[in-house]
């Protein structure tokens, strides 16, 4: 049984760059969930997939967006980078769409300058 | 929508005491509680969760008590073991997924355990 692995581990972009971050779930999960943890934050829900489809968005601007593959797999990718996009983003597995008892990866830690 | 409060923001204790950690939530519609612990530059991990038609869950020296009244949620840890030091997170939920059902996390909780 393999993890929930992101890629990359650490991300350098300037202000108005486009950034893409990848996962691939947990074995056997078909959900996959991404949060962004400001520092000293709680995550903070982005979006998640679901059978190659968004099931549901958090708070974030449409230059946030995602995809899921066959595979469940997902990237996400953000335009137009702002400085406050700065943060760690943290990708969770999930079954059939739940939120129950997400499996996190180590996420991908952005910075813009 | 949902808002979740967590205290204390940052706990010490002496290695062997107990370790209380509050949230309170806003929306009475929330029914899944779970509790992820988050070591330093690592991933979270889930602990524990509850569900809204359960008072009280254990498992080892860990445990979490439900009061749906005053809506708020509490993680206990016993005999703590300086492996305990994390940052620990509250969370709630309305449900199964989709934009209603997403997880919203509480600030966190700093908790060190002194040798």
């Known amino acids: 049984e393999t993890g929930v692995t992101q890629s990359p581990t650490h991300l350098i972009k300037t202000r108005g760059q486009q950034v893409t971050l990848r996962c691939s779930s947990q074995s056997g999960h078909n959900t996959v969930s991404w949060y962004q943890q400001a520092l000293g934050q709680g995550p903070q829900f982005i979006f998640q997939?679901?059978?190659?489809?968004?099931?549901g968005r958090g708070n974030f601007p449409p230059r946030f967006s995602g995809l899921q593959f066959p595979n469940y797999s997902s990237e996400l990718n953000v335009n137009a980078l702002e400085l406050d996009d700065s943060a760690l983003y943290l990708c969770?597995?999930?079954?059939?769409?739940?939120?129950?008892?997400?499996?996190f990866g180590s996420g991908t830690q952005l910075s813009v300058l | 929508g949902e808002n979740v409060e967590q205290h204390p923001s940052t706990l010490s204790v002496q290695e062997g005491d107990s370790a209380v950690i509050k949230c309170t939530y806003s929306?009475?519609?929330?029914?899944?509680f779970p509790w992820y612990k988050q070591e330093l530059g690592k991933r979270p991990q889930l602990i524990i969760d509850?569900?809204?038609?359960?008072g009280e869950k254990k498992d080892q020296r860990i445990a979490v008590t439900l009061n749906k009244t005053a809506k708020h949620f509490s993680l206990h840890i016993t005999e703590t073991q300086p492996e305990d030091s994390a940052v620990y997170f509250c969370a709630a939920s309305r449900g199964y997924g989709g934009s209603q059902g997403n997880l919203i996390f509480g600030k966190g909780t700093k908790l060190s355990v002194k040798p």
């Open positions: 997939y679901y059978r190659e489809e968004e099931n």
């Open positions: 969770a597995s999930s079954l059939y769409g739940g939120n129950e008892k997400l499996f």
């Open positions: 929306d009475s519609a929330s029914n899944y």
């Open positions: 509850i569900r809204s038609n359960v």
